[in-house]
């Protein structure tokens, strides 16, 4: 899909209302080339008005001679005679106003044609992998880990990455990143049979670090109308679009956390180290093994895991059945964070938890995502990856 790339977010955002479905929006030139690693099927980039010119051309000269299957569009407010010829020798594909989203699209649609008559129509479409985050029990930080599991794996936009909230009831993903959805899953209902990407984009809340969210309803009252069916389907068109989809559930079985659960690839049960806790996980997992949900793809996460509390992670393992994946440590900074409206991943990129959550998500995509500077290991261990292998 497309990449479009502008510092000003406002800017980002209207170029991809001009762009398919499923486009991703970066802010710098640096995160759309770690975007282009990932991506080697890309065919068209389009540098925003706010690009510096010269890094610009720049960019179109290098990716002329690199990635020559990629279209450069170069979208700018001011198109003068000069602009035109100076990005034309740089190999740009276009110089269209930025002002005027239909350019945009019909540049970007050509772009696609020269792409498929180069390589052909693409093959087998490579679907995005769902991880979901789930416990049995309410409050041991289980949306604060899905929100930073998934600002790890986009990277800033390095990976497309949507966050969904399936705690429908009382989701809190919206107000934990401060978003303030205009549309949330609710829309959706009644589409189960005819939901496609388009129409689930235009119900996507994006964040600034390149995350797509979609929210859950602002009344708990709507969770008894979204239906288990239009929860797979949310989920397959996801899959379409994104690279990866973290799936924030509800502390429950209930109708629609089964079927998150069993749309799933891989699953992360967060944990605290108190008796009632591994208790209910205990159980839980017993169900899911009974369900046959993530069959030896359970990772388990033990949040405000501190050896002072009297349980280690050696006891955790005999009591579950199931060595923990990763630790993170109690900490007021990771509260601070969050209740500042910016997680930990963002706020401090060097923090032991940042780390933690980072190499769990390398586990999990089975990727190497960058681990912060400065971030310590030692603090913050997780399980041999040797645990990967691919579902179904």
Known sequence: MPVAIDPDQDVVTDLLKGLPAGSQGVASLDRMRAWLTQ?????????????????????????RTTRPTISVVLARYDVSTELLSAAMQAGAREVVNAA??????????????????????????????IITVWSPKGGVGKTTMAVNMALALSEQGARKVCLVDMDLAFGDVAITMQLFPTHTIEQAIGAENSLDADLLSGLLTRHADSLMILAAPTHPDVRDRISPALVAAVLKTLRQTFDYIVVD?????DEQTLTALDETDELVLVATLDVPTLKNVKVALETLEL??????????????????????????????????????????????????????????????????????????????????????????????????????
């Open 291 to 392: 369900l046959q949900v993530a069959e030896g793809h359970r990772y388990l996460l033990l949040n405000r895991a501190d050896d002072e509390v009297g349980i280690s992670a050696d006891r955790v393992e005999n009591i579950l059945g199931l060595a923990p994946a990763a630790k993170v440590a109690t900490s007021v900074e990771i509260a601070a964070a969050t209740n500042a409206g910016q997680p930990i991943m963002l706020k401090n990129p060097s923090h032991p938890s940042s780390f933690a959550v980072k190499t769990l998500a390398s586990q999990l995509s089975g990727l190497d995502i960058a681990a912060p500077e400065g971030a310590a290991p030692a603090q913050a261990s997780t399980a041999p990856r040797g645990r990967l292998w691919k579902r179904r």
């Open 39 to 63: 991506h080697h099927d890309e065919y068209a980039v389009v540098l925003g008005p706010n690009v510096d010119i010269m890094a610009a051309l720049g960019i179109c000269d290098e990716l």
């Open 100 to 129: 005027d989203p239909g350019a945009v699209e019909a540049s970007v649609s050509r772009a696609y044609e020269l792409f498929a008559a180069l390589r052909g129509p693409s093959g087998a479409t490579q679907l995005g992998k």
């Open 249 to 253: 559930t509800a502390p429950a079985f």
